[in-house]
């Protein structure tokens, strides 16, 4: 384990190799899954705002179920998540192409808002596990990834590379920094 500022890291994210492979998984993990998306207490607020947005983007099932619940829910374990379209897909889920797409990033890339996605979306797989003093990054291996996994040893794409963005989202660049200094330390 790796400490950065308030956040302790897997060594995991520097060793392991990741790079999403929507042609082949099809986005699958939008769709299996015990309960929704985790949100953070700021991104419930922005997904009840930007609803009305996304709205036309999903299927009539999912805007019913968000009628019922709401833009997000409470889980079985009393987390703030994505609601689920029937137990099965998160709400937000489209389909393009026979690949399942977010329909919060759909609206963030036709420039209708200015939310890209959950960050715990965006940064998968890492996942973050927060504590009293310190948040915890660990690397999340599903079977459903084994294509990204096999991808990513091709083009020597380490996870926290590959999440280069989503971490500088969440962290920021000082963060990613040392993220980079930790690596070269670990190569030597």
Known sequence: MIQIQNTIISLDIFEQFFECDLANCKGTCCVHGESGAPLEDGETVILDMIFPIIRPFLKESAQKIVEKTGAWTIDFENDKVTPLNNGNECVYAIFEDNICKCAIEKAYNDGL????????????????????????????????????????????????????????????????????????????
């Open 113 to 188: 808002t200015d939310f890209i996605k959950p960050i715990s979306c965006h940064i998968y797989p890492i996942r973050i596990t927060k504590y009293k003093n310190f948040e915890a990054m660990n690397y999340h291996s599903w079977h459903l990834c084994e294509t990204a996994r096999e991808l990513g040893k091709k083009s020597n794409t380490q996870i926290f590379r590959f999440l280069k963005k989503a971490i500088i989202r969440k962290y920021g660049e000082d963060f990613f920094r040392e993220m980079e200094e930790v690596e070269k330390e670990l190569c030597k």
